[in-house]
């Protein structure tokens, strides 16, 4: 399977590592966009750099490039995955403002009915976050905030990461045992 990976400007760049991770690991075939904002954040709350997660996706794509092949709805794929996902993303692809690889590509998702999987970082939720999580769900993203259970019981917070990972597996369809189900 072909999935497009965009590892965003929020809070827990851990999450898109690991699923970019668990991906690769299956044969599936990674399209990989980090942001600028991203970048940063990585390099703050992680040991990881953009040299390492490039050497793992199949290609590699700058958020600017709006001739790469996710821009356009013919590029076949079989998902995308925005993780994790800014408020201010979220924004550009509730109303279909394609000014980024990333926030064109979902809109190409959206439209031609692919799987879109936003997983949001924000908390509390302003007003425009709420409305603009609406909009992109009644255009058919599927609004996955970063929010783990605790009923796996978590020792580790590797435990926490691979619930979120687990869960954007589940909305792919793909087998995983990343989390312990309920029961
Ligand atoms: C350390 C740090 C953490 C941030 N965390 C979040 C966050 O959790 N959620 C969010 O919506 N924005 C967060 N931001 C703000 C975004 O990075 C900023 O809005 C950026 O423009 C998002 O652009 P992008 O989605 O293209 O990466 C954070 C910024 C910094 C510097």
Same mark, same amino acid.
């Given at each position: 399977?072909?999935? %497009? ?8 760049s ?10 690769t ?16 954040? $990585? ?36 998902? $995308? ?5 800014? $408020?201010?993303?979220?924004? =550009?692809i =509730? ?18 009915g ?16 709420i409305?603009? $999580? ?28 691979? %619930? ?14 990343l ?5």
């Amino acid at each position: 399977m072909r999935y %497009f990976v965009s590892i965003g400007g929020a809070s827990g760049s851990i999450y898109g590592i690991r699923l970019l991770q668990e991906l690769t690991k299956r044969g599936h075939e990674v399209y990989l966009v980090v942001s600028e904002g991203a970048k940063k954040i $990585m390099q703050h709350e992680t040991t990881y750099t953009c040299t390492i997660l490039n050497a793992q996706a199949d290609v590699v794509y700058d958020n600017d490039d709006l001739c790469a092949g996710p821009a356009s709805g013919s590029f076949p794929l079989d998902g $995308m995955i925005v993780i994790p996902c800014s $408020m201010k993303t979220l924004s =550009a692809i =509730a109303h279909g403002f394609g000014e980024t690889l990333t926030s064109r590509a979902a809109s190409c998702c959206m439209k031609e009915g692919r799987k879109l999987i936003l997983v949001l970082r924000e908390t509390p939720l302003d007003l425009p976050g709420i409305t603009n $999580m609406l909009a992109a769900k009644e255009s058919g993203a599927v609004i996955l905030p970063a929010m783990p259970a605790f009923y796996h019981k978590p020792e580790r917070i590797e435990d926490l990461i691979d %619930f979120i990972v687990g869960k954007v597996f589940d909305q792919l369809g793909l087998q995983h045992s990343l989390y312990k189900r309920w029961k």
